[in-house]
């Protein structure tokens, strides 16, 4: 199942991981619509 993470830091900066699971899921429900997971991820 998908996770979101925004504990995560890369190089000092927060991120979050987001993996093709919950991609598909943000893109089916329409919470964040996008042709990629950066896109996606860049909505949520």
């Known amino acids: 199942m998908g996770f979101l993470n925004s504990d ?10 987001l ?8 893109n089916r429900n329409q919470s964040a619509i996008g042709k990629n997971i950066d896109s996606v ?4």
């Open 8 to 17: 995560t830091d890369v190089f000092g900066w927060p991120t979050i991981a």
């Open 19 to 26: 993996d093709t699971h919950f991609f598909r899921v943000s």
């Open 41 to 44: 991820e860049q909505k949520l």
